[in-house]
């Protein structure tokens, strides 16, 4: 019987090296994974998004986290997943589809490495939330994660030191 691979999801505020992490871990690990779908689909949206565009990315998540938990390889990495579009929909829209709370129940993920907000906030098209946003968004992620007993570990540092402190993490849960 075939086991399913340990599930990493990098999560935490925005411009905190979530994407930049996820990569390099999964080059470092040689595994799988699916960069950010939320960034790319907004920046092509050409418009403001909506609930609709917000609920199609998380299904688009559930999707890749399926699609990945099927591989052959002992781990593989989440860039971002549904905790954090929870809190946008929470955030954004005042509302969250009836169907996100049992998806995260019921979609496991082994470890969530939190970024630290460590790391200069930079601006670009799609970051609506530095400053105190930014940290408050962060105590809720981990707040979040916490509420559903996932497990956690913050990384910090610059991008190497965050790559070296993930791995350091993830080699325990991996041997």
């Given at each position: 019987?075939?086991?399913?691979?340990?599930?990493?999801?990098?999560?935490?505020?925005?411009?905190?090296?979530?994407?930049?992490?996820?990569?390099?871990?999964?080059?470092?690990?040689?595994?799988?994974?699916?960069?950010?779908?939320?960034?790319?689909?907004?920046?092509?949206?050409g418009r403001k998004y909506t609930f609709e565009d917000v609920e199609f990315i998380a299904r688009k998540?559930?999707?890749?986290?399926?699609?990945?938990?099927?591989?052959?390889?002992?781990?593989?990495?989440?860039?971002?997943?549904?905790?954090?579009?929870?809190?946008w929909f929470d955030v954004v829209f005042d509302r969250i589809p009836e169907w996100i709370e049992e998806?995260?129940?019921?979609?496991?993920?082994?470890?969530?490495?939190?970024?630290?907000?460590?790391?200069?906030?930079?601006?670009?098209?799609?970051?609506?939330?530095?400053?105190?946003?930014?940290?408050?968004?962060?105590?809720?992620?981990?707040?979040?994660?916490?509420n559903y007993n996932f497990p956690y570990r913050i990384v910090d540092g610059n991008e190497n030191a965050?790559?070296?402190?993930?791995?350091?993490?993830?080699?325990?849960?991996?041997?």
């Amino acid at each position: 019987m075939k086991h399913r691979p340990i599930i990493i999801a990098i999560t935490g505020a925005e411009s905190t090296g979530k994407s930049t992490l996820s990569e390099a871990l999964a080059n470092y690990y040689r595994v799988p994974f699916h960069g950010e779908y939320a960034r790319d689909y907004i920046l092509n949206l050409g418009r403001k998004y909506t609930f609709e565009d917000v609920e199609f990315i998380a299904r688009k998540q559930l999707e890749q986290y399926n699609e990945l938990v099927k591989s052959d390889k002992p781990l593989v990495i989440l860039d971002t997943w549904l905790v954090i579009t929870k809190i946008w929909f929470d955030v954004v829209f005042d509302r969250i589809p009836e169907w996100i709370e049992e998806a995260i129940r019921i979609h496991p993920v082994d470890m969530f490495l939190v970024c630290d907000i460590d790391l200069p906030w930079k601006a670009d098209d799609v970051r609506e939330n530095g400053g105190e946003n930014r940290l408050q968004l962060q105590q809720r992620y981990i707040k979040t994660i916490e509420n559903y007993n996932f497990p956690y570990r913050i990384v910090d540092g610059n991008e190497n030191a965050r790559l070296q402190n993930a791995i350091k993490v993830i080699d325990r849960l991996h041997k």
